[in-house]
């Protein structure tokens, strides 16, 4: 168990609509990836957060946004759903300021979009 | 100059054996290499890193090569097990920062 929780794990939803991702960081954490990974894909850089600011943005989509709140909680919001929009949402989360650097995965949030 | 090249795609390795992922980058200014494993429906997790002062470092069966002239690094799997089969990814990160994922290498490793 990595200590991050995501919700839900598994959505399924119809093209047009709208999706709330979200992810609670390991205690203490202030870090927080979004990474998307479709299918036979690697992980593509979505946004990260650091104690609530936005730190750096990677392929992340107009109609995604993401924020960060002040109890380090994460959501990622998907707007107007396409069938390609389908793929495993993962958040990482870290604390910096470690020795390591090492990202600490959720187990993901499955989005089907029919 | 923040992508991270991976290869292979796809590695088929008897039991036993040894597996070899090799990972390049460009950006200079990355300060750390993890490699990540992660099995199907779970999320990656860290397996091995290594920091570029260093040309080696092993844990176990696993072992990263760093090459810093090249901008190269290596992940070897010795003794390849079945448990082992899974999907590897290499990394590179500046502290602080993002964290650039290579696309991923998915290890077979059979009877």
């Known amino acids: 168990d990595s200590g991050v929780t995501q919700t839900p794990k598994h959505l399924i939803t119809a093209t047009g609509q709208r999706v709330t991702l979200r992810c609670s960081p390991r205690s203490g954490d202030l870090s927080v990836y979004w990474y998307q990974q479709s299918l036979d894909q690697g992980l593509q850089f979505l946004i990260q957060?650091?104690?609530?600011?936005?730190?750096a943005k990677g392929n992340i989509l107009e109609r995604f946004s993401a924020q960060q709140f002040p109890d380090l909680h994460s959501e990622l919001n998907l707007s107007s759903l396409e069938l390609g929009d389908s793929a495993l949402y993962f958040c990482a989360s870290t604390s910096w300021g470690g020795p390591t650097g090492e990202l600490f995965f959720g187990e993901g949030s499955r989005l089907t979009v029919l | 100059q923040q992508q991270v090249k991976q290869s292979p795609q796809s590695l088929i390795v008897q039991k036993g054996g040894i597996s070899i992922i090799n990972c390049a980058y460009e950006n200079t200014a990355f300060d750390y290499f993890p490699w990540y494993q992660q099995f199907p429906g779970k999320g990656p997790a860290l397996l091995i890193a290594?920091?570029?002062?260093?040309s080696e470092k092993k844990e176990g069966r696993f072992t990263i090569s760093f090459n810093k002239s090249a901008k190269q690094f290596s992940l070897h799997i010795m003794d390849s097990q079945p448990g082992d089969s899974a999907t590897y990814f290499c990394a590179a990160q500046t502290s602080y920062d993002k964290v650039i994922f290579g696309p991923g290498t998915s290890l077979s490793v059979i009877p």
């Open positions: 290594i920091r570029p002062d260093v």
């Open positions: 957060y650091y104690n609530g600011e936005e730190r």
